[in-house]
């Protein structure tokens, strides 16, 4: 009898572990086999301990974990939804050409929630292992050579492995990528982002704060223990001056950024830093195989989507995969391939785009910001617009595959 068709994750990061689960959890988990790779171990998440790298998930990122039975697990053991956002440049959070975004406004109970990377992971990878045609496997990728019906991975410790499709997730500086030579735009921003832990005097709120600043911005996203995330983007030399400071000098220069949004910062976790870049793949797919998740596209995390739009990705190649099995077609075939391309590419491009010109905006000298702040109040005034960017923020305005997969997964149910 013929062996079903094995799909191939190279990268155990959050998008390849999501694209898996609904792969082998699916409508045709009975018809193929999911083997997942990555480099090293799978994290183990531990409520004593707070993962410093947070993500803030979207609505339609939600739904999928929900779709692959890891919702309820992530939101029990520490989820923070937050239910506003308030976004300003100059000295007071409140002024009038601040941006107050509420999730009231357009009917929903939050505008995301904020989960750690690892307990994602745990939860993810605990999925797959109840998933008998699941597998997870440690090994580096060396080479990937894709043949009229396969493909072919060796791997750096001497084993190989072989599948019929090969899905890269191995993010944003991806191996995949480089080995079957997909050419890559984009530039590196000279910031590098400062993500740590902050102690605050007042609460959070629920809310999202963001200020930009001539540097680069400043997020505090609310936890479910009452601290904050920052995510702080700066030119890197001053990101590394303030990374090898003490935690006095540190939280000084952070009290001034975040000009008392949520009272005065009074202790900080270990800090770390992101070098920033923006990158797309000019090609997502070449024979045999498809990138997704940072490994496509990696974008500023200033709105926080980098890792939703992955998990866009991840719906519709797995949506594209199904549809071909359900066809009877070969899913390694590059006209399958495609059709994903063709459903995300646009869509992650604007994205891309959006983010570099907010960035590039907020980075224009002083005399721009009476402009600017013009811009923000007639934002703040215009409903129509806050719901729109609410909603597309949320994911509610995904794409054509995305909306189709859902309704699928709901037909089913
Ligand atoms: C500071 C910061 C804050 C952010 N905040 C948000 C946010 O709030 N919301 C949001 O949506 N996004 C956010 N992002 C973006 C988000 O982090 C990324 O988009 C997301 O992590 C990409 O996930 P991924 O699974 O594609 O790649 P990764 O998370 O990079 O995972 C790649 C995996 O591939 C493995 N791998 C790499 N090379 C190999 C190899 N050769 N062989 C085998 N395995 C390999 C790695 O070990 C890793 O497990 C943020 C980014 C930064 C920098």
């Not at 939101?75 to 956002?85: E, K």
């Not at 492995?161 to 480089?178: E, F, K, P």
């Not at 080995?179 to 993500?195: F, N, S, W």
């Amino acid at each position: 009898m013929a062996q079903p068709p094995t799909v191939l994750v190279v990268g155990a990061g959050v998008v390849g572990l999501a694209v898996a689960a609904l792969l082998a959890r699916g409508c045709c988990a009975d018809r193929l086999r999911v083997l997942v790779l990555d480099a090293r171990p799978l994290p183990r998440w531990r409520a004593e301990d707070f993962d410093p790298r947070v993500y803030a998930l979207s609505r339609a990122s939600q739904q999928l974990l929900e779709q692959v039975g890891v919702w309820q697990r992530v939101a029990l053991a520490r989820a923070a939804p937050y239910r506003r956002m308030r976004v300003w440049e100059g000295a007071d959070a409140f002024a009038p050409s601040s941006i107050d975004f509420d999730s009231a406004d357009i009917g929903e109970p939050d505008l995301g929630t904020i989960v750690e990377d690892s307990l994602l992971r745990t939860a993810l990878g605990e999925a797959l292992a109840a998933a008998p045609q699941a597998h997870l496997q440690v090994g580096e990728i060396e080479s990937v050579t894709a043949h009229e019906r396969e493909v072919v991975v060796e791997l750096r410790n001497g084993g190989s492995v072989r599948g019929t499709v090969l899905l890269a997730a191995d993010g944003s500086d991806s191996a995949v990528r480089r080995l079957v030579d997909l050419p890559v735009t984009g530039h590196r921003y000279e910031q590098t982002a400062i993500v740590t832990h902050i102690a605050s005097s007042a609460s959070h709120q629920d809310t999202a704060w963001q200020r930009f600043l001539p540097g680069g911005p400043l997020a505090l996203l609310p936890l479910a223990d009452g601290r904050c995330s920052i995510v702080w983007s700066l030119p890197t030399v001053e990101a590394e001056r303030l990374l090898a400071a003490s935690d006095a000098e540190f939280l000084g220069e952070l009290n001034a950024a975040s000009a008392g949004a949520i009272g005065e910062l009074t202790a900080c976790s270990k800090r770390v830093g992101f070098p920033l870049q923006a990158l797309h793949a000019l090609r997502y797919t070449a024979p045999r195989v498809a990138l997704l998740g940072d490994a496509a596209h990696t974008v500023h995390p200033l709105a926080g989507q980098g890792m939703n739009l992955g998990l866009l990705d991840a719906a519709a190649i797995a949506a594209v995969i199904e549809d071909a099995l359900l066809a009877g077609e070969d899913v390694g075939d590059l006209k399958v391939l495609r059709r994903y391309e063709r459903d995300r590419k646009g869509d992650n491009l604007a994205m891309l785009a959006v983010f570099d010109g907010l960035n590039r905006l907020f980075g224009l000298p002083a005399s721009v910001a009476p402009l600017r702040s013009l811009g923000m109040r007639a934002v703040e005034a215009t409903r129509p617009v806050k719901r729109l960017l609410m909603e597309k923020a949320l994911g509610l305005a995904a794409g054509r595959t995305n909306r189709l997969r859902w309704s699928r997964a709901e037909s089913q149910a």
